[in-house]
């Protein structure tokens, strides 16, 4: 078992893909993100990343030169190859190489690097609740786009762990609105209805969120509202988690010095997280791959090669 790494075409063993001083991801932060869960040697929700990486490709205009087919083939390979079985892969994809300017050059190709790493969920953090600080979310607009400009994540993340917290909640100064974690969906349970913020352009919708909210919730006869919470509104909540493909979904039983309900993991987050984790071991169970699924198309990889 062991980490892996794709970049253009070539597999590495040791990450040493060079990326040239004016790629523009390297510059700019220009270019795109997405993160794929992998259990059991399988990619879980390859159709809802996927469509959240092509929108995201097209609002940046960042051209497509692999097919979906592709993306889907490298990801299996680098399974293979790497034999994690539990774990995620980073994709990211670069406007490409130019000279420094604002606009969109019209000549640059793409880059494409992938990752993959061993990623066990954190079972601790979701029988026994997590910490949270609140933040300032001070990002720019299009919070909805996973672009590689992410110094306001980090920032509030540092914030919470020097307060000795294991996330951060955004909120929105001049609204007094809670947004969302600093990596991750925020979700909270009062009075019977659980509230997270809408999916527009102040949030990343992610893969789990939409999840819970589609496919989970009506199931479990929970009723949600998508609408903006106030700090004041979150700390009276019976409970509240947070969301996202490499946690899956963590308690949130401390909210900066407020208590969120009795201060433990309460029974609609866990009957949630349960029916997750079965939806989960459903979807696997879908997935079958054979020779003719883990076979790569020669289109991806004729130029291939393999470095360590």
Not at 1 to 10: A, I, K, N, T, W
Not at 55 to 82: G, T
Not at 234 to 259: C, M, S, W
């Amino acid at each position: 078992m062991q980490e892996l790494f794709y970049y253009d075409g070539e597999f590495y063993e040791n990450g040493d893909g060079l990326v040239h001083l004016e790629d523009r991801a390297f510059q700019m932060g220009d270019g795109i993100f997405e993160v794929l869960p992998v259990y059991d040697g399988k990619v879980f929700a390859m159709p809802q990343h996927v469509a959240r990486y092509t929108k995201s490709m097209r609002d940046l205009v960042i051209p497509i030169v692999d097919p979906d087919e592709d993306m889907i083939n490298v990801c299996q390979e680098l399974i293979n190859r790497s034999g994690i079985e539990f774990g995620q892969i980073y994709i990211q994809i670069s406007r490409g190489q130019w000279q420094r300017q604002l606009n969109y050059p019209l000549q640059c190709f793409p880059h494409i690097a992938m990752t993959i790493r061993e990623n066990l969920i954190d079972l601790d953090a979701q029988e026994q609740g997590i910490a949270c600080s609140l933040e300032e979310d001070i990002r720019g607009l299009r919070c909805d786009l996973p672009t590689l400009n992410r110094i306001g994540n980090a920032i509030a993340m540092e914030a919470a762990y020097n307060k000795h917290c294991q996330n951060a909640v955004l909120y929105r100064k001049d609204t007094n609105q809670i947004t969302e974690a600093a990596n991750a969906n925020f979700f909270i349970y009062r009075e019977g209805i659980l509230w997270t913020h809408p999916a527009n352009n102040l949030i990343l919708p992610g893969i789990t969120r939409e999840i819970i909210l589609k496919e989970l919730l009506p199931k479990l006869g929970i009723t949600a509202v998508e609408k903006a919470v106030t700090p004041e509104f979150a700390y009276g909540a019976e409970e509240a988690f947070i969301t996202a493909t490499d946690i899956e979904i963590q308690p949130v039983i401390r909210l900066n010095n407020h208590k969120i309900g009795e201060g433990t993991p309460g029974p609609i987050t866990k009957k949630i997280l349960s029916a997750f984790q079965e939806y989960v071991d459903v979807e696997l169970s879908k997935l079958h791959f054979g020779p003719k699924e883990t076979e790569i198309s020669e289109a991806v990889l004729a130029n291939t090669s393999f470095k360590n």
